[in-house]
């Protein structure tokens, strides 16, 4: 089974500062896709970044990028720059397909999350 | 852009009543899932469905069924709610061309449903 580890339940950053948050994984499979996806107080859940698992360069955008490492099985996400609107509960995802004996669907398992606070 | 609208944001509902919880997505996405979302516990997979008429099991259907009649409309049933149901539930899409690797392979969230059983 793919499990996805946030070791960070909370974490602040003072704003224009840079900040990672940790993401781990477990799977056997050798194809498949991360996510971070970002949670507001609004509560709308929104794509952050997305990293192929066949890709080795890094994914980024904007002031957001990632550091996977895939032998580890790790994926990371460093914010530079923080600003106040980054403020949100942030989310690691893992997805995979399930392979045909299981109708190679793709199913998407998500970490606990990290409650990102940015100071003023 | 996409669209994944959940009718109904904030439900309270008693113990025993049998609770409906509708989403639509505008894409014609292949792929729709609910989530329920508690804290310390993240996204848990309840159903998930890859077209219409067909459903899978995710990692927490129990207490759960879901309709998938129409490919924009995804609904969520909790035939005799319980107290240990009260969470939020978090609809999703996605499209799906049959590969894993595609171009804006993402999965569209709703704005979430809050549900209280008391």
């Known amino acids: 089974a793919q499990t996805v580890t946030q070791s960070q339940p909370e974490m602040s950053v003072q704003e224009a500062e840079t900040v990672t948050l940790s993401c781990t994984y477990d799977?056997?499979?050798?194809?498949?896709?991360l996510f971070w996806y970002k949670q507001p107080p609004s509560r709308q859940m929104i794509l952050v970044i997305r990293?192929?698992?066949?890709?080795?360069q890094n994914a980024t955008e904007n002031r957001f990028s990632v550091n996977f490492q895939k032998a580890a099985k790790s994926f990371s996400l460093k914010i530079s720059d923080s600003q106040l609107g980054d403020t949100a509960m942030y989310f690691c995802?893992?997805?995979?397909?399930?392979?045909?004996?299981?109708?190679?669907?793709?199913?998407?398992?998500f970490g606990t999350g990290t409650k990102l606070q940015v100071i003023p | 852009d996409v669209k994944v609208t959940q009718s109904s944001r904030y439900l309270v509902k008693r113990t025993g009543e049998k609770v409906f919880l509708e989403c639509v997505q505008d894409m014609d996405h292949e792929n729709m899932f609910w989530y329920r979302q508690d804290p310390g516990l993240g996204l848990r997979l309840i159903y998930f469905?890859?077209?219409?008429?067909?459903?899978e099991k995710g990692d927490i259907p129990e207490g759960y069924s879901v309709s998938r009649e129409k490919k924009e409309r995804f609904s969520l049933i909790l035939e005799s709610a319980s107290t240990n149901q009260t969470s939020m539930y978090l609809c999703a899409s996605r499209t799906d061309p049959g590969q894993l690797f595609f171009s804006g392979n993402t999965i569209y969230f709703g704005e979430g449903s809050w549900l209280t059983v008391v």
């Open positions: 469905s890859y077209d219409v008429k067909m459903k």
């Open positions: 990293q192929e698992a066949y890709k080795q």
């Open positions: 799977t056997s499979e050798n194809n498949y896709y």
């Open positions: 995802a893992f997805m995979t397909s399930l392979g045909m004996n299981s109708g190679g669907y793709q199913k998407v398992t």
